[in-house]
């Protein structure tokens, strides 16, 4: 399973009164878990900058993530923007056995 981070930020169209931010998360999460099989939710939070909500989830490919990111958009009136992410034990075992660079300047 790969990991995703999303960052989503709504349309004021999409925000009829704070209270239905419940209502919506609720459709949105029902059509994922009816349309993208093997996604999992890993965590969820409201965040204070360009985005409103920050994401994590697993997802078994990049096209299933796309998905997610497409209910989202049509469903809440949003933009997104997915990221793949590596943890970071997994990031050192990739890189343990890497050649390290070459200098700058030699040939």
């Given amino acids: 399973m790969a990991t995703f981070i999303m960052l989503t930020r709504l349309s004021h169209q999409a925000l009829q009164s704070p209270s239905s931010l419940a209502s919506l998360s609720h ?3 029902q059509r994922i878990r009816a349309d993208c099989e ?18 994590i989830f697993t997802a078994p490919d990049i096209e299933t993530a796309t998905k997610v990111a497409t209910i989202i958009r ?6 997104t ?5 590596t943890e970071w034990d997994k990031f050192t075992e ?11 300047g030699r040939s």
């Fill in 27 to 29: 459709e949105v999460m």
């Fill in 38 to 55: 093997g996604v999992e939710w890993k965590a969820s939070y409201v965040v204070l900058g360009p985005a409103d909500y920050l994401d």
């Fill in 74 to 79: 049509t469903s809440g009136h949003a933009t």
């Fill in 81 to 85: 923007e997915i990221w793949a992410a």
């Fill in 94 to 104: 990739l890189v343990r056995h890497m050649a390290p660079a070459a200098a700058a």
